[in-house]
C-alpha cells in the first residue's frame, strides 16, 4: 500500500518568518497535490505536481516535485497569519485521482 | 469560483439509522469523488464515480455504502445502518477531467459531519 509520510506534524513560525513542510512517499508518484484544510472549508487546493524537477509558485507559496517523483516540499515565504492551517500533501500513484493523504501539518503563525 | 457545495453541514443520528449526505458538484464536471475523515485521522477516498456508475471503491465502502446521481446536479452518500465508526467529516470531490487525463484538479466541499450516537 502506498505511505507518504509528512512531516513536521506542526509547527509554530513568528510572522515574516518562513517555513518548509515535506510529503515523502513510499512509491514514484503520479502526481501530488497540496491542500489546506480549514474547519469549515474542507480541503482548498494550493498546487499540483506532475513532473519530476517541477516547481510551482503561488503568492507566497512554493511547491517542488524532486526528480524522482518521491518527495515533494511545501514553502512558504514571509508566513502571515492567513497561512495559518493545515496541510496535507495527497498522492496520485496511477493518475486516477485516488488520493492518499499525509496526516496533515498544522502550522500556528505568531504575531 | 466555483465550489462544490455539501448538506448538511452536520448531522447526528442514532446508530443503525439511514443517512443521506448530498453533495452538488461543479456544473461542468463529469467524475465525483467521496472522501472521508475520521476525527484525528488521515483524509481517505471512499468512492469514485462517473458515467452513473462506480468507478473504483475502497476497502471501507463496503455494502452498507452506496452512492447515487439522482438527478443532474446532486450526488449522494447513502449509509444504510449507522455505525458508531462511521461518525467521520465525509468530503465530496469533483473533477473536470477523468483518470489518466494528465493534470487535474479535485475541487473539495466543506464537508459533512457526521456524529453517529
Known amino acids: 500500500s502506498q505511505e507518504l509520510e509528512q512531516s513536521p506534524q506542526s509547527l509554530i513560525v513568528q510572522e515574516g518568518k518562513n517555513l518548509t513542510i515535506n510529503c515523502t512517499s513510499s512509491k514514484t508518484l503520479y502526481g501530488l497535490y497540496w491542500y489546506k484544510q480549514k474547519y469549515g472549508e474542507g480541503l482548498i487546493f494550493l498546487m499540483m505536481?506532475?513532473?519530476?524537477?517541477e516547481e510551482k509558485s503561488h503568492e507566497k507559496i512554493t511547491a517542488k516535485l524532486d526528480e524522482k517523483k518521491q518527495q515533494s516540499s511545501l514553502h512558504i515565504t514571509a508566513s502571515q497569519p492567513s497561512h495559518a492551517g493545515i496541510y496535507l500533501c495527497g498522492a496520485d500513484i496511477r493518475g486516477d485521482y485516488k488520493l492518499s493523504f499525509g496526516a496533515g501539518t498544522t502550522v500556528t503563525v505568531r504575531a | 469560483e466555483p465550489e462544490v457545495t455539501q448538506t448538511p453541514s452536520h448531522q447526528v443520528t442514532q446508530m443503525g439509522q439511514e443517512v443521506i449526505l448530498r453533495c452538488v458538484p461543479i456544473?461542468?464536471?463529469?467524475?465525483f469523488y467521496w472522501y472521508r475523515q475520521i476525527l484525528g485521522q488521515k483524509v481517505e477516498f471512499l468512492v469514485s464515480?462517473?458515467?452513473?456508475?462506480?468507478?473504483?471503491k475502497s476497502e471501507i465502502f463496503d455494502d452498507q455504502f452506496s452512492v447515487e446521481r439522482p438527478d443532474g446536479s446532486n450526488f449522494t452518500l447513502k449509509i444504510r445502518s449507522t455505525k458508531l465508526e462511521d461518525s467521520a467529516m465525509y468530503f465530496c470531490?469533483?473533477?473536470?477531467?477523468?483518470?489518466?487525463?494528465?493534470?487535474?484538479?479535485?475541487?473539495f466541499g466543506a464537508g459533512s459531519r457526521l456524529t453517529v450516537l
Open positions: 505536481l506532475q513532473k519530476g524537477g
Open positions: 456544473s461542468n464536471h463529469l467524475y
Open positions: 470531490a469533483s473533477s473536470e477531467l477523468g483518470p489518466f487525463s494528465g493534470a487535474n484538479v479535485l475541487t
Open positions: 464515480f462517473y458515467n452513473n456508475e462506480i468507478s473504483e
